[in-house]
Protein backbone atom coordinates (compact mmCIF):
# COMPACT_ATOMS: atom_id res chain seq x y z
CA UNK A 1 0.00 0.00 0.00
CA UNK A 2 2.72 2.60 0.94
CA UNK A 3 4.58 1.67 -1.90
CA UNK A 4 2.09 2.26 -4.25
CA UNK A 5 1.61 5.72 -2.53
CA UNK A 6 4.69 6.70 -3.06
CA UNK A 7 4.91 5.12 -6.56
CA UNK A 8 2.28 7.67 -7.76
CA UNK A 9 3.55 10.70 -5.75
CA UNK A 10 6.65 10.23 -7.50
CA UNK A 11 5.16 9.53 -11.14
CA UNK A 12 2.70 12.68 -10.07
CA UNK A 13 6.26 14.67 -9.61
CA UNK A 14 7.70 13.53 -12.91
CA UNK A 15 4.68 14.03 -14.67
CA UNK A 16 4.85 17.74 -13.64
CA UNK A 17 8.20 18.58 -13.86
CA UNK A 18 8.06 17.21 -18.08
CA UNK A 19 4.83 19.86 -18.22
CA UNK A 20 7.45 22.47 -16.94
CA UNK A 21 10.28 21.33 -19.27
CA UNK A 22 7.91 21.57 -21.79
CA UNK A 23 6.61 25.11 -21.25
CA UNK A 24 9.90 26.21 -20.88
CA UNK A 25 11.08 24.57 -24.11
CA UNK A 26 7.82 26.16 -25.84
CA UNK A 27 7.43 29.21 -24.21
CA UNK A 28 3.53 28.09 -24.29
CA UNK A 29 1.44 27.49 -21.36
CA UNK A 30 -0.71 25.86 -23.57
CA UNK A 31 0.92 23.02 -26.05
CA UNK A 32 -2.25 21.17 -26.10
CA UNK A 33 -6.48 21.33 -25.36
CA UNK A 34 -5.80 19.36 -22.28
CA UNK A 35 -2.80 21.20 -20.54
CA UNK A 36 -6.14 24.09 -19.96
CA UNK A 37 -9.65 23.14 -21.65
CA UNK A 38 -10.65 26.83 -20.29
CA UNK A 39 -7.68 28.46 -21.25
CA UNK A 40 -7.93 26.92 -24.87
CA UNK A 41 -11.39 27.82 -25.05
CA UNK A 42 -10.29 31.46 -24.52
CA UNK A 43 -7.57 31.41 -26.81
CA UNK A 44 -9.79 30.09 -29.85
CA UNK A 45 -12.29 32.93 -28.81
CA UNK A 46 -9.59 35.53 -29.23
CA UNK A 47 -7.98 34.21 -31.94
CA UNK A 48 -10.87 34.67 -34.03
CA UNK A 49 -11.59 38.16 -32.64
CA UNK A 50 -7.94 38.58 -34.30
CA UNK A 51 -9.14 37.12 -37.50
CA UNK A 52 -11.80 39.25 -37.85
CA UNK A 53 -9.86 42.39 -36.69
CA UNK A 54 -7.73 41.55 -39.78
CA UNK A 55 -10.13 41.55 -41.96
CA UNK A 56 -11.92 44.59 -41.44
CA UNK A 57 -8.22 46.30 -41.49
CA UNK A 58 -8.11 44.58 -45.16
CA UNK A 59 -11.76 46.06 -45.63
CA UNK A 60 -10.35 49.53 -44.17
CA UNK A 61 -7.14 49.45 -46.81
CA UNK A 62 -8.84 48.85 -49.73
CA UNK A 63 -11.61 51.41 -48.82
CA UNK A 64 -8.46 53.92 -48.05
CA UNK A 65 -7.11 53.31 -51.29
CA UNK A 66 -10.71 53.70 -53.34
CA UNK A 67 -11.11 57.12 -51.68
CA UNK A 68 -7.35 58.03 -52.02
CA UNK A 69 -8.32 57.37 -55.82
CA UNK A 70 -11.67 59.08 -55.72
CA UNK A 71 -9.86 62.40 -54.36
CA UNK A 72 -6.81 62.32 -57.16
CA UNK A 73 -9.98 62.22 -59.84
CA UNK A 74 -11.94 65.15 -58.21
CA UNK A 75 -8.35 66.82 -58.14
CA UNK A 76 -8.57 66.59 -61.78
CA UNK A 77 -11.91 67.30 -62.10
CA UNK A 78 -11.73 70.43 -60.12
CA UNK A 79 -8.46 71.71 -62.07
CA UNK A 80 -10.14 71.03 -65.46
CA UNK A 81 -13.09 73.55 -64.14
CA UNK A 82 -10.54 76.13 -63.37
CA UNK A 83 -9.01 75.55 -66.06
CA UNK A 84 -12.49 75.95 -68.37
CA UNK A 85 -13.23 79.20 -66.14
CA UNK A 86 -9.68 80.67 -67.52
CA UNK A 87 -10.24 79.44 -70.97
CA UNK A 88 -13.97 81.21 -70.86
CA UNK A 89 -12.75 84.14 -68.83
CA UNK A 90 -10.28 84.61 -72.10
CA UNK A 91 -13.46 84.29 -74.64
CA UNK A 92 -14.87 86.75 -73.66
CA UNK A 93 -12.11 89.06 -74.85
CA UNK A 94 -13.19 91.18 -77.65
CA UNK A 95 -9.79 90.84 -79.25
CA UNK A 96 -10.34 86.82 -79.24
CA UNK A 97 -12.21 84.95 -81.54
CA UNK A 98 -14.54 82.81 -79.19
CA UNK A 99 -14.45 79.68 -82.16
CA UNK A 100 -10.60 79.29 -80.84
CA UNK A 101 -11.78 77.91 -77.66
CA UNK A 102 -14.33 75.02 -78.91
CA UNK A 103 -11.70 72.90 -79.38
CA UNK A 104 -10.76 73.82 -75.78
CA UNK A 105 -13.65 72.81 -74.23
CA UNK A 106 -14.22 69.80 -76.39
CA UNK A 107 -10.79 68.25 -74.73
CA UNK A 108 -12.18 68.98 -71.49
CA UNK A 109 -15.12 66.94 -71.92
CA UNK A 110 -13.03 64.33 -72.90
CA UNK A 111 -10.73 64.63 -70.19
CA UNK A 112 -14.05 64.72 -67.91
CA UNK A 113 -15.16 62.05 -69.14
CA UNK A 114 -12.02 60.15 -68.57
CA UNK A 115 -12.61 61.17 -64.41
CA UNK A 116 -15.70 59.83 -64.78
CA UNK A 117 -14.97 56.43 -65.86
CA UNK A 118 -11.47 55.97 -63.54
CA UNK A 119 -11.68 52.65 -62.07
CA UNK A 120 -10.19 51.45 -59.30
CA UNK A 121 -9.91 47.39 -58.07
CA UNK A 122 -12.55 46.74 -60.65
CA UNK A 123 -14.72 49.22 -59.89
CA UNK A 124 -15.69 52.45 -61.23
CA UNK A 125 -15.74 54.63 -58.63
CA UNK A 126 -18.38 57.12 -59.71
CA UNK A 127 -20.66 54.13 -60.92
CA UNK A 128 -22.47 53.68 -57.96
CA UNK A 129 -22.82 49.73 -57.69
CA UNK A 130 -23.11 48.63 -60.90
CA UNK A 131 -19.48 48.02 -62.69
CA UNK A 132 -20.98 46.26 -66.08
CA UNK A 133 -19.62 49.27 -68.29
CA UNK A 134 -18.16 52.88 -68.11
CA UNK A 135 -21.04 54.83 -66.12
CA UNK A 136 -21.13 57.78 -68.71
CA UNK A 137 -20.33 57.74 -72.28
CA UNK A 138 -21.68 59.47 -76.08
CA UNK A 139 -24.84 58.75 -76.74
CA UNK A 140 -25.08 56.48 -80.54
CA UNK A 141 -25.33 59.64 -82.87
CA UNK A 142 -22.03 61.11 -80.49
CA UNK A 143 -24.43 64.28 -79.64
CA UNK A 144 -24.72 64.12 -76.29
CA UNK A 145 -23.73 62.58 -73.16
CA UNK A 146 -25.34 59.90 -71.27
CA UNK A 147 -25.43 57.15 -68.24
CA UNK A 148 -24.48 53.91 -69.48
CA UNK A 149 -25.14 52.25 -66.50
CA UNK A 150 -28.26 51.89 -64.06
CA UNK A 151 -27.53 52.29 -60.24
CA UNK A 152 -25.59 55.24 -60.41
CA UNK A 153 -26.72 56.44 -57.01
CA UNK A 154 -25.85 53.51 -55.51
CA UNK A 155 -23.42 53.37 -52.35
CA UNK A 156 -20.74 51.46 -52.04
CA UNK A 157 -20.36 50.18 -48.53
CA UNK A 158 -17.60 48.27 -46.41
CA UNK A 159 -17.53 47.06 -43.14
CA UNK A 160 -15.05 48.37 -40.66
CA UNK A 161 -16.07 46.28 -37.42
CA UNK A 162 -18.72 44.05 -36.53
CA UNK A 163 -21.44 46.52 -35.87
CA UNK A 164 -20.60 49.04 -37.97
CA UNK A 165 -20.35 49.91 -42.23
CA UNK A 166 -19.04 53.00 -44.15
CA UNK A 167 -19.66 54.11 -47.68
CA UNK A 168 -16.83 55.05 -49.49
CA UNK A 169 -17.74 55.95 -53.06
CA UNK A 170 -19.28 59.52 -53.64
CA UNK A 171 -22.25 59.16 -56.65
CA UNK A 172 -21.40 60.54 -60.33
CA UNK A 173 -24.65 61.99 -60.39
CA UNK A 174 -23.24 64.36 -57.09
CA UNK A 175 -20.06 65.15 -59.17
CA UNK A 176 -21.54 65.37 -62.66
CA UNK A 177 -25.08 66.63 -62.05
CA UNK A 178 -27.74 64.25 -63.67
CA UNK A 179 -26.96 63.39 -67.20
CA UNK A 180 -29.71 64.47 -69.63
CA UNK A 181 -30.21 65.79 -73.27
CA UNK A 182 -28.58 69.72 -73.70
CA UNK A 183 -28.94 72.20 -72.01
CA UNK A 184 -29.54 69.23 -69.78
CA UNK A 185 -28.77 69.60 -65.48
CA UNK A 186 -25.14 67.73 -65.84
CA UNK A 187 -21.70 69.70 -66.66
CA UNK A 188 -20.96 67.61 -69.48
CA UNK A 189 -23.97 68.43 -72.12
CA UNK A 190 -24.02 72.01 -70.94
CA UNK A 191 -20.33 72.20 -71.90
CA UNK A 192 -21.30 70.45 -75.11
CA UNK A 193 -23.70 73.21 -75.33
CA UNK A 194 -21.30 76.01 -74.44
CA UNK A 195 -18.75 74.30 -77.16
CA UNK A 196 -21.28 74.37 -79.72
CA UNK A 197 -22.30 78.10 -79.03
CA UNK A 198 -18.33 78.64 -78.96
CA UNK A 199 -17.81 76.66 -82.28
CA UNK A 200 -20.96 79.20 -84.15
CA UNK A 201 -19.23 82.93 -83.02
CA UNK A 202 -20.86 82.98 -79.23
CA UNK A 203 -19.42 84.28 -76.72
CA UNK A 204 -19.79 82.88 -73.05
CA UNK A 205 -22.78 84.26 -71.23
CA UNK A 206 -23.32 85.13 -67.52
CA UNK A 207 -25.40 81.55 -67.90
CA UNK A 208 -22.17 80.01 -68.25
CA UNK A 209 -19.89 81.34 -65.83
CA UNK A 210 -22.65 80.62 -63.33
CA UNK A 211 -22.55 76.72 -64.27
CA UNK A 212 -19.17 76.78 -64.39
CA UNK A 213 -18.40 78.50 -60.85
CA UNK A 214 -20.64 76.12 -59.19
CA UNK A 215 -19.32 73.36 -60.75
CA UNK A 216 -15.87 74.00 -59.49
CA UNK A 217 -17.79 74.87 -55.79
CA UNK A 218 -19.40 71.50 -55.95
CA UNK A 219 -16.40 69.68 -56.86
CA UNK A 220 -14.39 71.45 -54.26
CA UNK A 221 -17.11 70.07 -51.60
CA UNK A 222 -17.26 66.91 -52.82
CA UNK A 223 -13.24 66.99 -51.95
CA UNK A 224 -14.09 67.88 -48.85
CA UNK A 225 -16.29 65.00 -48.45
CA UNK A 226 -13.33 63.09 -49.31
CA UNK A 227 -11.13 63.92 -47.29
CA UNK A 228 -13.48 63.65 -44.34
CA UNK A 229 -14.28 59.93 -45.72
CA UNK A 230 -10.33 58.92 -45.50
CA UNK A 231 -10.08 60.40 -42.16
CA UNK A 232 -12.79 58.49 -40.89
CA UNK A 233 -10.84 55.09 -42.37
CA UNK A 234 -7.83 56.33 -41.05
CA UNK A 235 -9.42 56.66 -37.69
CA UNK A 236 -11.34 53.45 -37.89
CA UNK A 237 -7.86 52.13 -38.78
CA UNK A 238 -6.20 53.42 -35.46
CA UNK A 239 -8.74 51.87 -33.65
CA UNK A 240 -8.70 48.31 -35.15
CA UNK A 241 -4.47 48.43 -34.40
CA UNK A 242 -5.69 49.22 -30.85
CA UNK A 243 -7.94 46.58 -30.79
CA UNK A 244 -5.31 44.17 -32.03
CA UNK A 245 -3.26 44.85 -29.68
CA UNK A 246 -5.44 44.55 -26.50
CA UNK A 247 -6.26 41.17 -27.93
CA UNK A 248 -2.65 40.03 -28.59
CA UNK A 249 -2.33 40.88 -24.85
CA UNK A 250 -4.95 38.81 -23.46
CA UNK A 251 -3.72 36.05 -25.56
CA UNK A 252 0.00 36.59 -24.19
CA UNK A 253 -1.13 36.60 -20.65
CA UNK A 254 -3.36 33.13 -21.18
CA UNK A 255 -0.32 31.48 -23.36
CA UNK A 256 3.35 33.33 -22.31
CA UNK A 257 5.07 31.15 -19.83
CA UNK A 258 6.46 32.94 -16.60
CA UNK A 259 10.25 31.77 -17.31
CA UNK A 260 11.25 32.63 -14.10
CA UNK A 261 8.39 31.39 -12.32
CA UNK A 262 8.51 28.69 -14.10
CA UNK A 263 12.20 28.01 -12.69
CA UNK A 264 11.42 28.69 -9.90
CA UNK A 265 8.55 25.64 -10.00
CA UNK A 266 11.05 23.12 -12.40
CA UNK A 267 13.97 23.58 -9.23
CA UNK A 268 10.94 23.37 -6.59
CA UNK A 269 9.82 20.44 -8.13
CA UNK A 270 13.00 18.79 -8.36
CA UNK A 271 13.85 19.36 -4.72
CA UNK A 272 10.46 17.37 -4.14
CA UNK A 273 10.97 14.62 -6.38
CA UNK A 274 14.84 14.04 -4.71
CA UNK A 275 13.34 14.32 -1.37
CA UNK A 276 10.80 11.57 -2.55
CA UNK A 277 13.37 9.33 -3.84
CA UNK A 278 15.35 9.51 -0.42
CA UNK A 279 12.20 8.91 1.60
CA UNK A 280 11.21 5.82 -0.37
CA UNK A 281 14.50 4.08 0.06
CA UNK A 282 13.99 4.17 3.70
CA UNK A 283 10.76 3.45 4.11
CA UNK A 284 9.84 0.84 1.04
CA UNK A 285 10.50 -2.98 1.81
CA UNK A 286 13.75 -3.95 0.75
CA UNK A 287 14.17 -7.35 -1.34
CA UNK A 288 17.07 -9.64 -1.10
CA UNK A 289 18.92 -8.15 -3.72
CA UNK A 290 19.87 -5.41 -1.11
CA UNK A 291 21.34 -7.21 1.12
CA UNK A 292 23.86 -9.41 -1.30
Given at each position: MMQSIFLNNLQNVKSQMG??????????????????????????????????????????DEGMAFVSTTTSSLEGIQAEASR?????????????????????????IDNLL????????????????????????????NTYVEEKTTHLDGEQKIRISSSST?????????????????PGTDIFNSLIDLKNRLAAGETPTDADFKTLNDFNDNVLSELTV?????????????????????????MGKVQEVD???????????????D?????????????LLDYL
Open positions: ETQEKLATGKNINRPSDDPLGTARLLRLNNEIENIRTYNNSVLITYMTSARDATKDPKDFAAKVQTSAYANTKYGGKYIFGGTDHSEKPYGMDSTLQINIPGRDVFGTVGNPAGNLYNRLSDAKSLLESQRQDVETLVARAIVDLKDLQTTMRTLQISSYVLPKS
